[in-house]
């Protein structure tokens, strides 16, 4: 028989309530394996902190989510949003599964294509594209999607540059009854900018108009705002071809779908307040069947879904470095991980999970990261099981923005692993090293001398 | 109009051709003219044959009947009958003009009065309109001194000599008196008999004109003489009906007319050739009794009887498993069989009601027709569709609540156009696990697409039913949400068909069109059919670039550059008073007869040049989704006839209505697909595939490409030749 475990003991505040002869029981059960692969195991041949990706949980997701539209819906395209993790066996996965590429910079772009990604299957996005950028996309016949005039007359004059006609569509920012308006990307609907770009754009005749893209905004919990841009494009869409004659081929409804983690301060939940993909779908699906398309020409709907689709599939698994009491006599655990890598946590109350067997006792508190900063907390607070030093932990849902908006500050970036379908383990992004970090230092000659006395 | 003497000249050169081959049910033009020497043996007879043929035919034509009709020998047939009898029973004399005058007008009116009463019930009129024609005409004449009876044929020899002095006589005797069996004599002597021709030269030619026109209508043709024969011999009737009383040729027509033409051919048609001459047999001698009290010859009455009797009857059974009606009459038994049997395997099952899936996007039938759960008995021709996951899960987990279900809540759409006759919304979802028996259909809408054509979808989400009772909804219109109403332990959607608007209706065997299969190795279109258990199925998503291509509109034209050879050819597209739509190439006054119902495309017939390219379109698109799908591949069965050369398919003939071992038919690929944005590209590939008796080959390979909203591109290889025809205007 195993040794009884230690547990030391935990200072609890008494809750008056209702008699329960159960006590209060914690919502945590211990999560020993990801998929089928020990947790110990992971952080013991690959350190730790350490990113695990589940190639399974993409691959459900991004099936749930497309199956939600493709039965409401005859004519969808998923584009990969790589600004949410473009992490390459991450990408590569998504367009295994039929994705095609949404990209924000000239880096995204060349991302993109090294992937294999042919160049009309490239979304380009955002408001900084440079001239190269922009000669490189249109050589590649890919969907330049415009956010402002100025990108506007740039782009008419590179097209007479090179002497060939871009697709473009124009990202359309608009009221859908949601605070707060995101009006700072795209032209505005209400205020006819938009429409002053299709005049533009048509009359000058020198690029293609075959789409219409807009993104509300992000961790939308209303799938209606969705209903009221899809319908808002359609009828852009539709005037268009009353005006000047022009099909407009796609209509892209951006990203920013809610996954099921628990934004900071909010009362419910994640997977309770968050609308369902189906929610999503039904709300989309049908204001564009109920736009005034015909049947035999209902345009492309493009979803550039990120986090929602790759937010369940990351796990951070990390090591308690220390406990400790605070001063107002909370507990505090210093773990080996912190808002340089999760940088989510500024935003999401995330969840954590021992990854070893506890008792049923828990305590109040803290959860700090390693850094010497102040803002270095990951949970305010937290009811956790008292953990050991070099117990290890996962947090869960990290798959969006934390392995691209992480910050090589103080420590280094960890390793990052996939999980295979068949449970085998794939390194695909090495941690990083003093020599990387320092390979791309210069040093000025004068300065590689010094004495300290 | 025909305006031109030329086309006039053609025009009576093909009605007379036709009428002499009509006689034996051909449009063989050879054939028509060896019979047309046939008639010449008794000179008097042939020329009054021919006379009142062209005479008849000017008639028609003058008084503006159908020049088709004219043209195909419809109308002159009976006539150039009625004529051959004048001749045969009378000699020339100026009243026999006036008799051949009255008996063209007289046989053309009886031929357009039987023509009409008999095609309102799909029969054919044959010979009717002669038989009457020449019983008035005996009764008539009888006893008119002025018309001098023909005795020819009591004095041949005489005759002969006069003629043609003893060379033709001598000739004449040499056939006469071939060494041939007694049996296989009156077979000829019978054959000639048609054409008042008692003779075995005429006979001769007669068969030598069948076995030219068809092979099996030659076999049919001596099969049913010899049924006829045989049983003669075996109740020991008077031989000479056979063989004098021109009685024979009955049993040859009958064989012949509904072995191969009437009738498909088949071994149930050739058992019929060999065991209708009773009947025949005793339609004939019992009315010979009556006719006879008039003194009127029986001619082929027991022939018009018996067949026009037979059609008659066969259309009313109500389901056709044997001897099967010739569906469309080329005139050549063997035409008739290969196309039918092209036909009944691209199209077997058609359904003239398009019923689509009731569903967006793709769902796997979890139960199919005689399903082992709930599709028993009188509900047994239902559907039941559900969604999984890669893991084969119909839920997310844990699924305990129907929102865990991933086809909860998904739309359910019109399957066809009709109207909504009743609808139930106000059924409770069930727990998983629950069923409600009560009101086991749950949540129901039925829609009415056609007399006796019901659709009804069930287990819906209450208050999720967007139609109201009576009204008009089509295709594809949202009904309401998969649901777990009703006798459901999990959310599913059932489908079924019925022919009576109430709810538990039994359900009706009917098909469903136009679905594509998914899940399995490469994708699988079906025009017509039933998905059975287990199918991922999906509505095909229609692809513009395809649709536009392939529109055709008419009016409109399209040039074609040939590489090769530097020819253009120019399709036009034209619809006619039917509203069948065909391409027309008036170089080589081919046409394709084609249907779009902007689903499918089918080229469905050919008529013209073999040589031309748009017979080689005809042969490749035999079928084509207008809706793309990466390795999607259709395969259809092409008509031999229109494959084969008559002299490669010479074997074939004698023994297609039992075992056809020559195949050929056209595969098409879904070969390439670039960007459906702007301006997209499509390639189908293909090939045409011959199956011999022992060998596969490849005819001729092809590649169609689309681009910029049109067929861009049609490339051949063909043994060994390429073609790269080029649309260059349309």
Not at chain 1, 192 to 203: H, P, S
Not at chain 1, 246 to 259: E, N
Not at chain 2, 23 to 42: E, M, V
Request: with cysteine.
């Amino acid at each position: 028989m195993e040794k009884l475990r230690y547990e030391r003991p935990v200072v609890k505040k008494l809750n008056t309530g209702m008699m329960n002869k159960f006590g209060t029981r914690t919502e945590y059960n211990p999560v020993t394996h990801i998929d089928g692969v020990s947790v110990k195991e992971l952080i013991g041949q690959y350190g730790s902190p350490l990113f695990v990706i589940s190639e399974r949980t993409i691959r459900q997701t991004y099936q749930d989510c497309k199956r939600a539209f493709t039965n409401r819906y005859p004519r969808v395209q998923m584009a990969w949003s790589y600004k949410t993790n473009y992490i390459n066996a991450v990408c590569n996965v998504f367009h295994q599964e039929g994705s095609w590429a949404e990209v924000v910079s000239g880096f995204e772009y060349n991302k993109a294509l090294q992937n294999g990604v042919p160049g009309n299957k490239i979304i380009f996005n955002g408001p900084d594209k440079t001239d190269n950028d922009l000669k490189l996309a249109i050589d590649h016949n890919s969907l330049i999607h415009i956010d402002h005039l100025d990108e506007l007359y740039r782009l008419m004059e590179i097209t007479k540059e090179v002497n060939k006609r871009p697709r473009v569509a124009i990202r359309v920012n608009m009221d859908t009854g949601v605070y707060p308006m995101w009006d700072r990307f795209g032209f505005n609907y209400e205020t006819g900018q938009a429409w002053d770009a299709i005049n533009k754009i048509i009359l000058n005749d020198q690029m293609d108009l075959v789409g219409l893209h807009c993104h509300i905004g992000t961790f939308m919990l209303t799938a209606n705002a969705y209903a009221i841009a899809a319908s808002k494009l359609a009828d852009l869409a539709y005037h268009i071809h009353a005006k000047f004659n022009k099909k407009i081929t796609y209509i892209d409804l951006g990203g920013g779908f809610a996954s099921k983690n628990t934004l900071r301060g909010s009362y419910l939940q994640g997977n309770v307040s968050s609308p369902s993909f189906d929610d999503y779908a039904e709300a989309i699906c049908s204001a564009l069947l109920n736009a005034e398309y015909s049947k035999q020409e209902l345009p492309l709907l493009i979803l550039e879904t990120g986090r929602a689709l790759i937010d369940d599939a990351g796990s951070l698994c990390g090591t308690v470095l220390a406990n400790k009491r605070l001063s107002d006599g909370r507990r505090a655990t210093i773990m080996d991980f912190g808002v340089n890598i999760l940088f989510t946590s500024f935003w999401y109350e995330h969840k954590l999970s021992p990854a070893q067997e506890f008792s049923h006792y828990t305590e109040d508190g803290v959860v700090y990261g390693p850094l010497c900063m102040n803002i270095d907390v990951i949970r305010e607070n937290i009811t956790l099981p008292p953990m050991k030093k070099g117990d290890n932990v996962v947090v869960h849902s990290v798959g969006a923005y934390n392995m691209t908006q992480w910050m090589q500050f103080i420590a280094m970036r960890p390793n990052v692993v996939m999980i295979d379908m068949d449970s085998k383990v794939h390194l695909i992004r090495n941690k990083e090293t003093l020599e990387y970090i320092n390979n791309i230092e210069e040093m000025p000659a004068y300065l590689k001398e010094f004495t300290l006395s | 109009m025909i305006k031109s003497s030329k086309q006039i000249t053609s025009l009576s050169f093909q009605g007379l051709s036709n009428s002499y081959a009509q006689l034996f049910l051909s449009t063989n033009q050879l054939a028509g003219l060896l019979i047309g020497i046939a008639s010449f043996i008794d000179p008097i007879a042939g020329s009054c044959g021919l006379a009142m043929t062209l005479l008849t035919n000017a008639i028609a034509y003058l008084f503006q009947l159908n020049q088709a009709k004219i043209k195909s020998g419809t109308l002159g047939y009976n006539a150039l009958l009625t004529g051959l009898f004048i001749g045969h029973t009378f000699t020339w004399s100026t009243y026999l003009i006036f008799i051949l005058l009255t008996g063209s007008i007289l046989c053309l009116m009886f031929t357009i009065a039987f023509e009409n009463w008999l095609s309102k019930k799909n029969l054919p009129f044959l010979s009717l309109p002669f038989l009457v024609c020449v019983w008035l005409l005996k009764l008539a004449t009888t006893g008119l001194s002025n018309l001098a009876p023909n005795l020819n044929e009591l004095f041949v020899f005489n005759h002969l000599y006069r003629v043609g002095g003893e060379h033709l006589l001598n000739t004449y005797l040499s056939i006469e008196q071939l060494p041939i069996a007694p049996v296989i004599a009156v077979y000829f002597r019978s054959l000639g008999a048609v054409l008042f021709q008692y003779s075995l030269g005429a006979g001769i030619l007669v068969s030598i004109a069948i076995f030219i026109h068809s092979r099996i209508a030659f076999t049919l043709s001596v099969l049913s003489f010899i049924s006829g024969y045989v049983f003669y011999q075996l109740i020991g009737a008077n031989m000479n009906d056979l063989n004098y009383g021109f009685i024979g040729f009955n049993f040859i027509l009958s064989g012949m007319a509904l072995g191969g033409f009437f009738l498909i051919p088949s071994r149930w048609s050739y058992l019929l050739a060999l065991i209708i001459a009773p009947t025949i047999a005793i339609i004939g001698i019992g009315s010979e009794k009556i006719l006879g009290v008039f003194q009127l010859p029986l001619l082929s009455l027991p022939f018009n009887i018996f067949v026009i009797l037979f059609l008659f009857f066969l259309y009313f059974r109500e389901k056709a498993v044997f001897l099967q009606l010739t569906p469309q009459q080329f005139a050549s038994p063997e035409k008739n069989l290969y196309s039918y049997q092209n036909k009944s395997k691209r199209f077997s099952g058609y359904s003239a009601f398009k019923i689509h899936l009731p569903i967006i996007g793709r769902m796997r039938i979890s139960q199919g027709h005689e399903g082992k759960i709930t599709h028993l008995s009188d509900w047994k021709f239902a559907w039941d569709f559900d969604v999984t996951d890669a893991e084969n899960r119909t839920y997310r987990l844990p699924g305990m609540l129907v929102e865990d279900y991933y086809c909860y809540n998904l739309p359910v759409v019109a399957p066809a156009a009709g109207t909504v006759v009743k609808i139930i919304d106000h059924v409770k979802d069930n727990g998983i696990n629950q069923v409600n028996l009560t009101e086991n259909w749950g949540n129901t809408v039925i829609i009415q697409h056609a007399p006796y054509l019901y659709s009804k979808l069930s287990h819906l989400k209450p208050g999720s039913i967007k139609v109201y009772e009576g009204e008009w909804i089509a295709l594809g219109k949202t009904i309401g949400a998969i649901g777990n109403s009703g006798r459901s332990p999990e959310p599913h959607l059932h489908f079924q068909l019925q022919s009576t608007p109430y709810i538990g209706s039994p359900t009706l065997n009917f098909p469903l069109s136009n679905y594509v299969q998914m899940g399995i190795d490469v994708p699988r279109f079906t025009r017509n059919g039933i998905p059975n258990e287990g199918d991922w199925v999906e509505n095909p998503i229609p692809n513009k670039l395809l649709q536009e291509s392939l529109s055709f509109i008419p009016g409109k034209k399209y040039t074609w550059q040939i590489e090769q050879t530097g020819l253009t050819e120019i399709w036009e597209s034209h619809t006619d008073a039917f509203n069948n739509r065909y391409l027309y190439d008036p170089k080589s006054a081919s046409f394709l007869y084609f249907t779009n119902d902007n689903l499918v495309f089918e080229a469905n017939a050919f008529y013209g040049d073999k040589n031309s390219l748009l017979f080689h379109f005809y042969i490749a698109t035999q079928q084509i989704l207008l809706s793309y799908y990466p390795n999607l591949s259709i395969e259809n069965p092409l008509d031999i006839s229109e494959i084969y050369k008559p002299t490669q398919r010479f074997f074939q003939d004698w023994i297609a209505p039992f075992y056809l071992y020559l195949q050929a038919k056209s595969k098409l690929n879904y070969a390439y697909f670039y960007d459906d944005i702007q301006s997209p590209k499509i390639k189908l590939e293909g090939s045409i595939e011959l199956g011999k008796l022992f060998s596969k080959n490849a005819l001729m390979v092809f590649q169609i490409e689309f681009e910029n909203g049109q067929l861009s591109q049609f490339h051949i290889t063909h043994n060994k030749q390429q073609l790269t025809a080029t649309c260059i205007s349309n």
